[in-house]
T-cell receptor
Framework: GAVVSQHPSRVICKSGTSVKIECRSL??????MFWYRQFPKKSLMLMAT?????????EQGVEKDKFLINHASLTLSTLTVTSAHPEDSSFYIC????????????FGSGTRLTVV | QKEVEQNSGPLSVPEGAIASLNCTYS??????FFWYRQYSGKSPELIMS????GDKEDGRFTAQLNKASQYVSLLIRDSQPSDSATYLC???????????FGIGTKLQVIP
């Protein structure tokens, strides 16, 4: 249980285009989802907290107009990287908190974004 | 600022040995503690959660929590090469507040 499905797993796009990443909680409702990015051999960096039905909360230094987050339902959150540039190339991962059993944070499988 | 400290490693242990991974945290009010394993190029997966002082065992894994010392550890018994990964310590203040991750300790189990 407590599965988060993330798509796509890998995407290559041209500079200037936008890319949408989806995260769905399959067997639980996620009122809050977290979006991270991770550079090679670095730790997770929280980008924003996505709240169902309200605006996302962005971490300091993260451009909200560039990384658009939508959390329209209790099971779906999306991250859109707008006008992507090569420096946006990274591993993006979503996560949600679940409270059944031992509880904890479950992660999506991640999206490897490469901007060329 | 809430911090979670881990030694980035790498920590090298021979196959069959006990691997000991350590983590300290700064927020004394933290209530929930997690250990995640992350293989290269993959997303983290939960190994253990611990909420109260003492030890918690699950198979070859034992999590230890000492809130007075603000210290949480993970022991891996009979280490296997497949255990080679980065282990992330995560600390949650409680309720629905966001979790803070450590930088992770890279573990290498040498056959």
């Amino acid at each position: 249980g407590a599965v988060v499905s993330q798509h796509p797993s890998r995407v290559i796009c041209k500079s200037g285009t936008s890319v949408k990443i989806e995260c769905r909680s399959l067997d639980f409702q996620a009122t809050t989802m977290f979006w991270y990015r991770q550079f090679p051999k670095k730790s997770l960096m929280l980008m924003a907290t996505s709240n169902e039905g309200s605006k996302a909360t962005y971490e300091q230094g993260v451009e909200k107009d560039k990384f658009l987050i939508n959390h329209a339902s209790l099971t779906l959150s999306t991250l859109t990287v707008t006008s992507a540039h090569p420096e946006d190339s990274s591993f993006y991962i979503c996560s949600a908190r679940y409270h059944r059993g031992e509880g904890g944070y479950t992660f999506g499988s991640g999206t490897r974004l490469t901007v060329v | 600022q809430k911090e979670v400290e881990q030694n980035s490693g790498p920590l090298s242990v021979p196959e069959g040995a006990i691997a000991s991974l350590n983590c300290t945290y700064s927020d004394r009010g933290s209530q929930s503690f997690f250990w995640y394993r992350q293989y290269s190029g993959k997303s983290p997966e939960l190994i253990m959660s611990i909420y109260s002082n003492g030890d918690k065992e699950d198979g070859r894994f034992t999590a230890q929590l000492n809130k007075a010392s603000q210290y949480v550890s993970l022991l891996i018994r009979d280490s296997q090469p497949s255990d080679s990964a980065t282990y992330l310590c995560a600390v949650e203040p409680g309720g629905y507040q966001k979790v803070t991750f450590g930088i992770g300790t890279k573990l290498q189990v040498i056959p």
